[in-house]
């Protein structure tokens, strides 16, 4: 991988306040183990719209695959498939559905920035294709209406090859600015409203930090949310997503899941999301960094190490399915 | 720039805490975003004594401008006009306001020190050419009636040149101080009623950190508070002016605008200010450096930088004007 | 010491987390010291299970003495003799209980992994050798059914060399995971009961760090809970033992005797634990060290130096026996 | 000064714990500076037993001047005179109490380690001579009947000189410890009685960490107590001397003075020890690294600084004497 691209990346906005308090949140909260149950027999499945998963990790959607595998998302779909998970592919993906659906034997979803009303040609369009190749959920992002201060980028001199293509978002003179997101700035809850009319699709908003949008994606007829900050990649010294993990799960109740992505590097953070009320989280940088160094076989190692090592704590804190993962698994100061 | 005025510009006193604490008390502070809120079309100007600033960002006083540059004053000026920020001159300009005021077509203001009995007579004097040149606003600097202890600057073996001119603090000899301020020991508040009834224009006292002071500042006739610690520069170990900004703003009231300056370097410092009360901040030593690096247009750059990145986070969080920027933005703990 | 074998012993699982906040949380605890009390004659012995030991540091149980020293565990045994402490050997042991015994003049007990229901027959028989010999105490570890995530050692390609014989833990082929621990993945409270009904040595619970374990380990007939991690070994984020130990202690009541391990490296430690309830610490990676290099002697010298280092801290806090060490030593904050 | 002296003094106990603590604990309380009061004219000086001190900073009684200066304590007296300064000499002092004497123009103390009973005579002697040649007061030390772990200066080789005289512990054999601190263990609460029945002098008790020892402390008739944990150097995890002074304060009430030592470094540090309720402070490493550096005028020097630090700090501050230094000085969080 170039280090530019390593730079684009790895980095998070501004000086990386935000990138730094997801991991340090996860670190802070201490688990509190029970011993000698008999843990012979564990279970890490998850039902999720439906489907059982094999365990509570998904791959997040992560722009332009390419730049660090010549196959892009269709090695990555490989990759997930090999490992038991289900993949987000992005809007900014550099192939297309049909190959990436082909690729994997896993669900998949469909992630979507910009559903503002000059898009609605485009999406009717694009939803008419996730349907015909088995897409099999879509995700809307809503925390990047426009790109955040991608400061290391920056200084790294990252920019995106002429020659990429991402055929869900052809406009190369938008691409232009630094990581290529669209600026929409004009997504708003009507947009969502038409967007849930024109798909019967499990639909998930991402990029929820606060209680009061989670009530009012629920209200929207969504079918999950997705507890974000990008990352720590658009706004910095916005709070870890596990901080008010606990705040927005209050607030949806059991109405529907509440996913979480941010900082999920160990066995030991997916317990704790969970013991807080996620029902599953998402990885993004570690399996593109699988990626880039083992393509698919990559991309499933990543997965197996986190598989296996939430395998391990759920055994060495005696506990045996995801049902038993509680708050009584944290420590309370 | 030479690495002596370096020190003197970057340092602060003693131990340099409070210079960190500035900082350190912007970063702790975690946003809260909302989502899909329509952001086409957001406002950044505010109101300050009648006139519509482009932004809430000002150039506050700094001392010694040709240190840094050939010109000095005239050239931050010029880039305060390109830049569309409202100017603050220092008693320790090293150019005359005639030819600042020249050069600027954004309103501007002047900064006083001492304004103690002996300086009747000049301050009478002074108070008529700034009017005569166009001057907006009148700061009263509380905060340093002797100099701190600047151990960086000496380390540096700073000193000021002799042929330095400084036409409205014209004793060379008091200047042979550590960074030449002046010592006046005896600024009182009787002082400031003095100056009141000598001049209609706005008058903000700076230096401000404790909530009596700022009471008592409005019963004096203030139009303004700016909550200030010097740069860290003075009293080392006074708190960060963000985190008395609240007690502040909450014995004030809505009687006169606060202003905060003091450790401002990123755009969601800004609204942080802005959400916990401040009308609007200033900005010190980075204007410098790029005035230092690049004059008139590296002054603007900084303040474009600065504007844009506020405009972003305005956007990131979901609010639209100035107005949305409230309490609500700030995550409570 | 090889590398290899110094990044086996010196590291824990995982981000090393709870290695660190076991130090971490000794150091955060303040004494609060009394002055002028007569303390001429001072006595740091403690009583357990009917005998008194010198003073109260135990020599944890720690596998593989023959990595650090051609003698093994006999070697640390002649130095636990010389230090006049008591000696948990492991099941991990490189040596035999037989040779052990010889070689030490201080009671000496014997630590269990898996005591699962496979294991009986194996067990039965090795109580009678450890009755036989003349072992004083039995330890079962609850807190390591599988290994933790040992990065560190596999990082430096730690590996047991072919020829190491553990005559309590003979098959080699499980070994061959990192560091060799036995995957039992089912010992239970019912093996408890029937090791309990097998025997009538004191038995020991450790790796407790639960209140509600510790009040089962008490139902069950256990006569000590030693609150324990692991050394940060096994799940790492479990909290320091030090932090967990005043709600075992509350939750155990006087019934049995709590001892800790986990970061005691000072004699101000072992004083904090005891005030906090502990009766006695063991300690584990230290004498590993000094036998290291200094094989019993080495030993010998580290017990001395920290009974040396707890007998200033009597002293120095105006404390003359160990009855005197209660809540009052800590500063309450 | 020879390195492994450097490192005695510089040095703390063990981890050195307390010795960050007492710098920490200083550096983290914050200022409330008032603007715009008259500042022309402070004054600094200090009201104690009868005296009055220009400035509320002591010489601390440290050990072996002539470690750092051919002429020790009778160069640092010198220094104390021309720096306006009380100085407290030590029991390990290398000079006789009749030139230190003759030396300064200032009141002076003297210090006492051990006041066991079988020093009876050679302290009833002692009391004899420090009358004689004009002694002001007595300080006994508390919170040293051993001495502290000095791994410090032993992995530096530290040891002292075999022809340093020190003529109040002329016993060699016992100094043969690190740092050649007397061995008592003995000195109790009945030794100060017999103490206070031989002598008129106002006696000081140092080491004090706990109200009940203070409280016990005025009972026994002191007319003073200092707040210490001797520089860090003793039991390691004490608390910050400044962390423990409101307390010691609360429950002496105005009785006796109390003073404090530990940390002070800065202006500041004694202003913020003065608004939590001492009457004056003591500093020690400071004016020994003076004396190594520059003899009696680097002495003076040290305590000029500190001076004018602490004038600057009150100006800054809009305090004009010491009775305006109250709680309000300090932020409130």
Not at 204 to 216: P, S
Request: charged share 25%.
């Amino acid at each position: 991988m170039p280090h530019a691209a390593y730079e684009y990346i790895a980095g998070g906005a501004a000086d990386e306040i935000t990138l730094r308090w997801n991991r340090e949140a996860f670190d802070a909260l201490a688990l509190r183990p029970r011993v000698l149950v008999d843990i012979e027999r564990i279970d890490t499945s998850v039902e999720l719209f439906g489907r059982r998963l094999a365990f509570p990790v998904l791959l997040a959607p992560t722009a332009f695959h390419r730049l660090v595998h010549s196959e892009g998302e269709v090695e990555t779909a490989r990759g997930a498939s090999a490992g038991e998970a289900l993949f987000v592919v992005s809007s900014l993906s550099t192939r297309r559905v049909e190959d990436i659906s082909r690729a994997t034997t896993q669900p998949w979803w469909f992630q979507l920035f910009d559903i503002g009303r000059r898009r609605r040609e485009f999406l009717t369009e694009l939803l008419e294709t996730l349907n015909a190749v088995g897409c099999n959920g879509l995700v809307v992002t809503a925390d990047a209406p426009v790109t955040g201060a991608r400061n290391r980028s920056e200084r790294a001199h990252f920019s995106l090859p002429d020659d990429l293509e991402t055929p869900y978002y052809p406009d190369r003179t938008a691409r232009k600015q630094v990581g290529g997101l669209p600026v929409s700035g004009s997504s708003t809850w009507a947009d969502l409203a038409w967007l849930r009319s024109k798909t019967g699709l499990p639909i998930m908003l991402k990029g929820v930090l606060h209680e009061e949008d989670a009530k009012l994606a629920v209200k929207a007829g969504m079918d999950g949310i997705i507890v974000s900050n990008h990352g720590g990649r658009e706004l910095d010294t916005v709070p870890a997503t596990i901080t008010v993990l606990p705040r927005v799960v209050k607030a949806v109740g059991k109405r529907v899941p509440v996913l979480l992505d941010g900082g999920v590097r160990r066995g030991t953070d997916v317990m704790k999301a969970l013991a807080l009320g996620a029902r599953a989280v998402l990885i993004g940088r570690p399996y593109l960094y699988g990626l880039s160094v083992g393509g698919a076989p990559g991309v499933a190692r990543v997965l197996e190490i986190l598989r296996g090592e939430f395998e391990m704590a759920l055994k060495l804190s005696g506990r045996r399915t995801l049902a038993e993962i509680d708050r009584s698994v944290i420590l309370r100061t």
